[in-house]
């Protein structure tokens, strides 16, 4: 399963990537606002920066919501970097968008992703990557985590090559269970990703080692 950090914090994203086991990143307008990137340019620079720390893909978000101003502002973002994946959102205009792009070889990742049926239209219109927001249906009572097993499901059935990048991620819980299920891709916080390292018998376990050198060794 390939690591996506969901962040526009630059430190965040260059820590991920130092501990080498970073595959690309994902933004959106709210996580770019958080961190005070306002104005075209600025959103801009910001994109080529965050290229510049990471190897792998990284998801722009058009504004747009009509099919010729995601197209206008999708081939920009797309120019930008070969990294740039252009992010649309699962609407009538962003389907078409997708396949749009899809035709003309520019990637995709198709966001906010709530139903099985959302995801089904995702991989017909050849998007490359397509986001279910698996914590945002927690938030609400809903199974997050059945929604990306049905997906799962559904894209086998037919050999789909869509990649299934599980969205909203907020936890280590939620990464284990994700991979468990076959999503090809997970995106969270920093914390998401370096709290997998944690466990009190490793601990506890390097304490004790470290302690029996120095007696054998004093
Ligand atoms: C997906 O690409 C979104 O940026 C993101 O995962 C949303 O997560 P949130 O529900 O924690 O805001």
Known sequence: MKFFIDTANLDDIAEAQALGVLDGVTTNPSLMAKEGITGADNIIAHYKKICDIVDGDVSAEVISTDFEGMVKEG??????????????????????????????????NVTLIFSPGQALLAAKAGATYMSPFLGRLDDISTDGLQLI????HI????????????????????????????????????????GLLKHPLTDSGLAKFLEDYKKGNA
Do not use: W
Request: charge should be positive; glycine fraction near 6%; include cysteine.
């Open 75 to 108: 081939e920009a973002l797309a120019a930008l970097h070969p990294q740039i994946v252009v992010k649309i959102p699962m609407i009538a205009d962003g389907v078409k968008a997708c396949k749009y792009f899809s035709d003309k070889g520019i990637r995709t």
């Open 149 to 152: 097993a049905e997906i799962r």
């Open 155 to 194: 894209y086998d059935n037919y050999g789909f090559e869509t990649q299934i990048l599980a969205a909203s991620v907020r936890n280590t819980m939620h990464v284990i269970n994700c991979a468990k299920l076959g999503s090809d891709v997970m995106t969270g916080p920093l914390s998401s990703i370096t």
